[in-house]
């Protein structure tokens, strides 16, 4: 009898600790700082937008993996020809839209016509440039054209502006999200929270969580009593700046330090006098101290860079020693350049904490030199009008956040007023290279040349402040690309 | 009376047809291309050329200024660009959160204010008037965004008995709105105190003028009761300037939340009009604006007939 009394207590302490298990929590409050303007990710650039659809409401033909990496989402497989111009995807089958409509190789055709067509709004018009035309095979085949080889292609497939819509929602994805991910949206209260829940119909591994909230919270302090006081449990992003101490050294949470894809950069514009003059960008880069401004404008956080490219990536090569911190040799260049007693100029700085912070040490740091800045705060809409569109400026500092983004240096017209025939011809190259290794040589090159021409300062690689309650496991702690894809998350047992 | 309040009506709408006048030319003025903020800094120039067009961005700045007033006069305030979601539609949602806040943060503020004030007046001098009066210094002196983070650490991170921030919505049963009521506790207490230092020292500084009239003198010297005196013939004609304050007050509670809202990450009038700026969705701010404009003509409107119940000689005099 008392065996039996043992075998039952035992008996029912499995039981309740399986059910304990069963009902672990399965809900998430998510903070971001910005709100989306829409919902659409095809139809804006606001990273705000990604961040809440990438992989969770919405896929693509591939799509990008937590380390930067190609993986396969609506097209299970493909083959690329041998010229390298034709790629035929083999879609998923059984894959349904949230609003029940099966998912097929029209909407794939759909969709990147929609997104080459005239009246695109796509921000990335770019990442369809190369496709010449896209037909239907039979159902689960697509079949696309190139008009070149073009080596980014695939990873090209898998940003949130070449996901998947279908064309009896499209048009209202903006207000209402329709994809195929492991979420479907369920409602958005504007200006406080946006919620998601779990796509029982997923064509893959069912998400673990039921529901995640996506509340907007601007304002750091704010952000920071919403995390201690438990409303909100996990900041994928926070600039907790001197807060982060605090966070850091409390057990219930997890602080995960990633990387991004922003360059920060102290940006040049080489158009203009006296910046046309290699040896006063060569100046600017020997007068910055990198892990002053590192400390200053990102409390510590964020590698070094020395070119226009992210330290994760394959191809990288670390050019931070082409002009080491030297104020003497600063001078002397100056003084050869015929500016021995240095210049004035201006420094326009976005909103963004990084810029204000860092565009303090910059100016203190090119002063020392004998380049006085007269520091000009402005708001984001300013500053997209006056330097980056009408290029009225000197020096700016900005993150250019876009992934595997160092082909800007080739485009015409952009805000560097940068032109060197030698590094348009190694971009050329790039694009129509399928190779990888040929690639990554290509993507070196490019980078030497940046480097020795001393385009830009090349400060830091904005970092990823990942905050989170400890229990939860699956978030990314690196941001390849911009998105929170909560495909994995869950919280531990 | 009725001559009164139709002189008071006509300036009231000549005003509103200058602001929008302004509103729209200080707003055309303003650096930055909203479709450009929309698709960012990799967009391309055919791709904003369209998003120009269907946000009806290429059209001359006289015929979109036309087209705004008439379509308010219609009632139709346009579709934000941000959002494409009708103005009103984003207003009113809006309007459910800064309303209630404004109207608690009033009563609050008022409730405190006017008994605070009149116990000072009447210990004109003592040490309870002093004491009185430092402290609504004091509450004039915090920044309230402070005073707020003040609160939420105690109340929110602290003593967890209210959330640290956002708004669940009103939703429906009384489950919901008390949830929704219990997140407007806090900013309401943060708005107010500030408001009711000030309003506090005003209804003192009021009360202790008309104290020191004759006709008050006189009705004590009739043997009325102090509290009699007090309530029915002081404070009355101390109130003019009490209800001007109260009247600028509220057009600032629902203006001036923006600092308030983002402590507190509230979904209000303010926190869409500062996102607006920035997004340089222009429809939405210029509607807000006027929208605000016509609150606060109005609540001058209120005050004018409350000045001319409180005080039957401004009836004819205007």
């Known amino acids: 009898m008392q065996k039996l ?23 998430l409050v998510l903070g971001v700082t910005l709100e989306p303007p829409h919902l659409d990710p095809t139809a804006g650039a606001a990273a705000a937008i990604d961040e809440i659809v990438y992989a969770n409401i919405f896929e693509g033909l591939t799509r990008i993996g937590p380390n930067g990496q190609v993986l396969p989402a609506l097209a299970e497989r493909w083959q690329v020809s041998d010229d390298g111009t034709v790629y035929t995807f083999h879609l998923r089958e059984g894959v349904t839209f949230h609003d029940g409509t099966t998912f097929d190789a029209e909407d794939v055709k759909f969709s990147l016509e929609r997104a080459m067509s005239e009246e695109s709004t796509n921000a990335q018009k770019v990442l369809f440039s190369a496709i010449e035309s896209v037909e239907v095979a039979d159902p689960a085949t697509v079949r696309v054209t190139l008009a070149h080889p073009q080596g980014s292609f695939l990873y090209n497939m898998g940003w949130g502006d070449a996901v998947i819509v279908a064309p009896e929602t499209a048009d209202h994805n903006r207000e209402h999200p329709v994809g195929t991910g492991p979420y479907r949206f369920e409602n958005w209260a504007r200006g406080s929270s946006l919620t998601i829940v779990r796509n029982a119909d997923y064509w893959g591994a069912p998400a673990a969580l039921e529901k995640a909230v996506f509340r907007f919270i601007p304002d750091t302090a704010a952000a920071v009593t919403a995390l201690l006081s438990g409303d909100v449990q996990a900041f ?7 807060a982060l101490p605090q966070i850091q050294a409390d057990p219930r949470f997890e602080v995960v330090i990633g990387a991004t894809e922003g360059e920060t950069i102290l940006a040049i514009n080489n158009g203009k006098k006296p910046f046309d003059e290699l040896k006063v960008r060569q100046a600017i880069s020997h007068a910055l101290d990198r892990e002053e401004i590192i400390l200053g404008a990102s409390s510590g956080n964020g ?82 009008e006056q330097v980056f569109t ?12 876009e992934p595997n983004d160092i082909n800007i240096y080739a485009r015409d017209d952009y805000y560097f007023n940068y032109d060197n025939p030698e590094f348009d011809d190694v971009m050329a190259k790039l694009e129509v290279t399928t ?10 090159r490019a980078q030497q040349i940046l480097a020795e021409d001393a385009v830009n300062g090349f400060l830091f690689q904005l970092p990823k402040t990942g905050v989170w309650d400890a229990r939860l496991e699956g978030l990314w702690e690196n941001a390849p690309i911009q998105a929170n894809d909560l495909t994995e998350v869950r919280w531990a047992e | 009376m009725i001559a009164y309040l139709a002189k008071r009506l006509s300036i009231g709408l000549l005003t509103l047809l200058l602001a929008s006048v302004v509103v729209f030319l200080a707003l055309e003025v303003l650096p930055g291309d909203p479709a450009r903020i929309m698709l960012g800094m990799n967009a391309s120039p055919e791709a904003l050329e369209a998003l120009r067009t269907q946000m009806g961005l290429d059209h001359p700045p006289l015929l979109r200024y036309l087209a705004w007033l008439t379509g308010m006069l219609s009632g139709d305030f346009g579709n934000s660009y941000t959002y494409s979601l009708p103005v009103i539609e984003l207003v009113l949602e809006r309007m459910a959160v800064s309303l209630p806040l404004a109207f608690i943060a009033l009563s609050l503020s008022t409730l405190i204010a006017v008994p605070v004030g009149i116990f000072a007046a009447a210990r004109h001098g003592r040490a309870a008037d002093t004491l009185a009066m430092g402290a609504a210094q004091l509450g004039v002196a ?39 009521l219990r997140a407007l506790i806090l900013p309401a207490i943060a708005l ?23 006709y008050i003198r006189t009705a004590r010297a009739k ?18 300037p009490v209800l001007t304050i109260l009247g600028l007050q509220f057009a600032f509670l629902l203006a001036g939340t923006i600092i308030i809202e983002n402590v507190f990450y509230l979904p209000g009038l303010g926190r869409l009009i500062f996102q607006a700026i920035g997004q340089r969705d222009l429809i939405v701010v210029e509607s807000v604006v006027m929208l605000l404009v016509a609150t606060i003509i109005l609540i001058n409107l209120l005050v004018d007939i409350c000045y001319a119940i409180a005080d039957p000689r401004l009836r004819g005099a205007r």
């Open chain 2, 192 to 214: 107010a105190l500030p408001q009711a230092a000030i309003l506090a020292r005003i209804t003192r500084s009021a009360m202790v003028e008309v104290l020191g009239e004759d």
């Open chain 1, 236 to 242: 994928p992003n926070l600039q907790a700046g001197d």
């Open chain 1, 435 to 444: 190779e990888p290794k040929e690639r990554q040589e290509l993507y070196r």
């Open chain 1, 5 to 27: 009394a043992t075998a039952f207590g035992a008996a029912t302490i499995l039981f309740a600790s399986a059910t304990a298990a069963m009902s672990e929590r399965t809900d």
């Open chain 1, 390 to 401: 009408n290029k009225e400026y000197d020096l700016s500092i900005i993150s250019h956040t």
């Open chain 2, 142 to 180: 915090v920044p309230n965004f402070w005073f707020a983070l003040l609160l939420v650490y105690v109340f929110a991170v602290g003593l967890q008995i209210v959330p640290a921030g956002g708004f669940p919505g009103w939703g429906d049963g009384w489950g919901e709105h008390w949830q929704a």
């Open chain 2, 223 to 240: 043997g009325l009761p102090w509290r009699i005196v007090l309530w029915r013939h002081a404070l009355r004609n101390a109130l003019i």
């Open chain 1, 303 to 384: 590698v070094p860079i020395g070119s226009h490219f992210s330290p994760a990536n394959e191809a990288y090569v670390d050019l931070t020693g082409s002009y080491p911190h030297d104020v003497e040799a600063a001078r002397t260049l100056l003084g050869e350049a015929g500016y021995p007693d240095g210049f004035s100029a201006t420094l326009k700085l976005p909103p963004t904490d990084y810029a204000r912070l860092g565009g303090e040490i910059v100016a203190s740091q090119l002063r020392e030199a004998g380049i006085e800045l007269e520091i000009i705060p402005m708001e984001w809409a300013q500053w997209l």
